[in-house]
């Protein structure tokens, strides 16, 4: 296995309401928080980078109800970002511009639908 989901981020009204939320309805706890009002929330004792993925519940400019705004975080199991990077182009990802500002520790791509999703540089071990 060369990656698995990580983390599923998801743009929200309210970052402080639904990590409340979703902690109590997965038994997860807060596992970080970021400058720009995210949180992230994941199983006790683990965090991020356990076998279940995390949930980044981020504030978005124009969250949607009913439809999720969601996109998926992978990080590389068995080889590091650079080459991870190189065989997720070579399966039809392509980079995206969502207005990063090119200092970020990860890439965020376009699978060949353009759905958005970026590669983490945290390497994950395997189960």
């Not at 939320?21 to 038994?27: A, K, M, R, T």
């Not at 070579?90 to 511009?97: E, I, R, S, V, W």
Request: hydrophobic letters at 40%; glycine letters at 10%.
């Amino acid at each position: 296995m060369a990656c698995r989901i990580s983390d599923l981020v998801l743009d929200v009204a309210d970052p402080e309401r639904l990590a409340a939320f979703w902690s109590e309805v997965l038994g997860y706890v807060e596992v970080g928080r970021e400058d720009d009002g995210s949180i992230e929330i994941g199983p006790p004792d683990v965090g991020f980078g356990g076998l279940q993925p995390t949930l980044v519940l981020s504030p978005g400019a124009d969250p949607r109800p009913g439809k999720l705004p969601l996109h998926i975080d992978v990080s590389a199991t068995d080889r590091d970002q650079d080459a991870e990077l190189e065989r997720l182009l070579a399966l039809g990802a392509k980079p995206a511009d969502v207005g990063q500002t090119g200092d970020e520790s990860w890439h965020v791509l376009s699978d060949p639908e353009g759905n958005v999703f970026c590669l983490l540089r945290a390497r994950l071990r395997t189960p």
